[in-house]
């Protein structure tokens, strides 16, 4: 898979260390809800082993280099939750949103789902200005459970359902 400046494949066991690296920062891991903090190659190396079928999971590389990770979840037979973090030194350049809009294309065109549906800590601004880009729209507030900081944060939801002229070229084949 490709977009305009990035590339993307699947997550492999010699990626742990580059992962461990990336998301076990700080700011990276406490916007995250399953990242732990500290995060260690044994963590990334485990949670590799632990994608099973119902995800979805892509490094993202930029000119050949891991600088984050993008996937979804399947929540239901047409329903996923999407989710992508990148590493603090890309931070601003806007691969975030790039990797984003590529698995929302992904999820509607090829994964065939209806609906997705994803969120973010009341305090990351940045990704819900990545969430707004991409057209999603916010649904409510809750709490979520945050592995890094090791409590509950409050959290706003967003879906976006598939666009109308993609259901309906789907509906003609």
Not at 27 to 44: E, F
Not at 82 to 90: A, D, E, Q, R, S
């Amino acid at each position: 898979m490709r977009s305009p400046r990035l590339t993307y494949r699947p997550i492999e066991p010699r990626d742990a260390g580059r992962i461990a690296m990336l998301a076990g920062d700080w700011d990276i891991a406490r916007m995250t809800s399953r990242i732990p903090h500290p995060y260690t190659i044994v963590d990334a190396d485990l949670w590799i082993a632990s994608i099973d079928e119902d995800e979805f999971v892509r490094a993202i590389l930029l000119g050949g280099e891991l600088i984050g990770a993008v996937g979804y979840i399947r929540r239901e037979p047409k329903l996923a939750e999407i989710g992508y973090w990148i590493g603090k030194p890309w931070w601003g350049n806007g691969y975030a949103t790039e990797a984003a809009r590529m698995l929302v294309e992904h999820c509607f065109q090829e994964a065939g789902f209806e609906q997705l549906t994803c969120g973010h800590f009341v305090d990351n601004a940045g990704s819900a200005r990545v969430i707004r880009k991409l057209g999603f729209r916010p649904i409510g507030t809750g709490a979520q459970w945050c592995e890094a900081r090791n409590c509950e944060v409050e959290t706003v939801r967003y879906a976006r359902g598939r666009p109308l002229l993609d259901r309906w070229r789907s509906f003609m084949r």
